[in-house]
């Protein structure tokens, strides 16, 4: 009796890499949530977690970029320290960061939607400045209104506590990721010249 032991792929080759950017990414959001900043006008500190979030938008596009983020959760959620200052568990998904975190898949989204205009990666040398610039602004909109929200809900503070405390706190800061993800995006442009 004759056996066939062809080798048969299950997963191809670009689901394959693909995957392993986004758990890339997601160990990359990790490690950003280890650099912490206190802010004096918020309970939150300042992480560069966005800046992860930016750069998986921006990489991955709008369908891997969240992908990575929700393999971020999941693993945080299961017990690997990768939220806030390298805390887990299930209780920051439902702390005040809560809002902050379950907004990172959607502005991964957002990011990767507008940068790319639409599912298919275009090649970022064509993406000019202001759509740069434009998506991740609606990546930080995406992320300060769902942690605003979570944080009124969270911490019981009326509308104009909860914006100041959980976003107008840290535009200056999200400024500076912003200008850094714009960086190591042309990174390759700045090399070149």
Not at 47 to 75: D, E, H, K, N, R
Not at 124 to 138: F, N, R, S, W
């Amino acid at each position: 009796m004759a056996t066939n032991t062809e080798s048969v792929d299950l997963v191809g080759d670009e689901a394959a890499t693909n995957l392993a950017r986004a758990a890339l990414f997601a160990a990359l959001v990790g490690a950003f949530a280890y650099v912490t900043f206190p802010n004096p006008a918020s309970p939150v500190n300042v992480t560069l977690q966005v800046l992860g979030i930016f750069l998986a938008g921006i990489f991955l596009g709008p369908v891997w970029g969240p992908a990575s983020l929700v393999l971020y959760l999941a693993a945080g959620a299961l017990g690997a320290p990768v939220f806030e200052g390298g805390s887990a568990g299930v209780g920051a998904l439902v702390g005040q960061s809560a809002g902050y975190l379950w907004s990172y898949p959607v502005a991964a989204a957002v990011v990767g939607a507008v940068v790319h205009r639409g599912a298919t990666l275009r090649d970022l040398d064509a993406v000019g400045l202001p759509t740069l610039v434009g998506a991740m602004v609606l990546g930080t909109v995406v992320i300060y209104g769902f942690g605003v929200a979570g944080l009124a809900l969270v911490l019981s503070l009326g509308p104009i506590e909860a914006i100041t405390v959980g976003a107008v706190a840290f535009l200056p800061a999200e400024a500076l990721k912003i200008a850094a993800a714009v960086g190591v995006v042309r990174s390759d442009a700045i090399a070149a010249a």
